[in-house]
């Protein structure tokens, strides 16, 4: 552009020196004229090419782009660059394009691309069977109108990036589906459909297996844990060189009676057969019962509190929430060295209800919290067993947890102590007056 500036220039000031030449020559009125006509055939020459310009790009291709003179040549050579390096642009994208439908088309998961509105941009032959879509005839439509399923629809409006779900399949009723939404672009998303019906088949088994073996036990369990206890009633029918030998041998039955009756209530919640019974649930009065529990437990070695919001109640399960709060704490005391203090608080925040259960015990260092909630996952196995526990129990809170929509959140300082935190969402939270409680 400088440089046609520059030719502009001097093409000009040429001119200007003609004129006065023939000015002083031949007088002004010719000078004049020669200036104003080679003024008019410049601007019709500009304006003759700028009408070309403006025609080709009407349509715009190289091969036929005009062969220009003077300025107008290095404005089309610097168009005609610019439109190579435009073309090969769209050439590579287009490619990256391509195979990136060829990679998203080999996946077994379904990929759906959508755009801000929830409108279909783009999907792979898998999501099509999937979820019955037709993309030759379904491009550019809502999902939402093709996808006529509730907890579907419910999950799409949520923001992105949220836990997948899994749904039966309403195309066919033996596959379960894995959905799941991931941001993409600005505003785009990417729906990720994944067939998880093998995956979902072993964990029935599994879960069944768990079942019906703890359910075989418990019976042989019983018997012999029974007669070891007569037999420890009996007089004389045990020698009192062997008592330690029984006493041991009950506490073992015992412990494997719980470790039963806990691997049956996981099976039953990870199964879902049957929904909690939820009623306007106390939880005041709860919390004050299993402080007394707590403080049982405890034997008057810990020092254990209670700061509870009476008038915040909750609709849930009193059942599962006993268990669940119950564990929480009994962990807590068992955990805690004797004098420790274990604090539960009962509170709203942010529009959630919190129950929290904070303890000055020995703490649970990093790399083992994501795991806590592992069946039979122990922190320090020696001391696990020595406090008596299955190692299921935060296992169970985890499930009643989540079956009330809720979350279960870990915090911990090793050396310190730890704080779990079992957190529910407002569509539960229920306020009572607090007359009404006393």
């Not at 809720?406 to 957190?423: D, Y």
């Amino acid at each position: 552009m400088q440089d046609i500036r520059w030719r502009a220039f001097w093409l000009i000031l040429s001119l200007t020196l003609i004129c006065l030449i023939i000015w002083e020559v031949q007088g002004a009125e010719l000078a004049l004229l020669t200036f104003a006509v080679s003024i008019t055939l410049y601007l019709f020459h500009h304006l003759y090419w700028l009408d070309k310009l403006i025609g080709w790009y009407k349509k715009p291709d190289l091969i036929s782009m005009p062969i220009a003179t003077g300025a107008w040549e290095d404005i089309f050579a610097t168009i005609y660059h610019e439109q190579r390096r435009h073309n090969l642009s769209k050439v590579q994208l287009s490619a990256a394009l391509e195979r990136f439908r060829h990679a998203a088309s080999a996946l077994p998961d379904g990929v759906i691309l959508l755009d801000d509105n929830n409108k279909i941009e783009w999907c792979n032959k898998p999501a099509e069977q999937q979820l019955g879509l037709l993309l030759k005839q379904d491009i550019n439509k809502p999902i939402v109108y093709l996808v006529r399923n509730a907890e579907f629809i419910k999950y799409l409006e949520h923001h992105v990036d949220i836990e997948p779900i899994k749904l039966k399949s309403w195309i066919r009723l033996d596959i379960t589906l894995e959905i799941q939404l991931v941001a993409f672009g600005s505003s785009q998303k990417l729906l990720i459909c994944r067939d998880v019906s093998n995956q979902e088949k072993l964990e029935h088994m599994r879960r069944d297996f768990i079942a019906n073996v703890s359910h075989e036990l418990r019976t042989p369990l019983t018997v012999v844990g029974g007669f070891l206890e007569t037999l420890s009633d009996m007089e004389g029918a045990v020698p009192e060189n062997l008592r330690n030998y029984f006493e041991m041998m009950q506490e073992q039955t015992s412990r494997m009676r719980l470790l039963i009756e806990d691997l049956l209530a996981l099976s039953q919640l990870e199964s879902g057969a049957t929904s909690p019974e939820e009623t306007d649930l106390d939880v005041y009065a709860l919390l004050n019962n299993i402080l007394n529990e707590s403080k049982s437990l405890s034997k008057g070695c810990h020092n254990i509190t209670l700061d509870a919001d009476q008038s915040l109640a909750l609709i849930a399960s009193n059942q599962e929430l006993h268990s669940a709060f119950g564990n929480l704490v009994s962990n807590a005391v068992r955990y805690t060295p004797n004098g420790g203090t274990i604090a539960m608080k009962w509170e709203e925040q942010n529009q959630e209800a919190i129950f929290s259960v904070t303890d000055t015990g020995l703490g649970i260092e990093q790399h083992h919290l994501d795991r806590l909630t592992e069946r039979f996952y122990r922190v320090d196995r020696s001391r696990s067993r020595g406090t008596g526990g299955t190692g299921l129990g935060l296992s169970i809170v985890k499930h009643i947890i989540n079956r009330h929509q809720g979350r279960l959140e870990v915090t911990s300082e090793f050396g310190k102590g730890s704080t779990f935190k079992a957190v529910f969402p407002k569509s539960r939270i229920i306020h009572k007056q607090i007359t009404m409680l006393q």
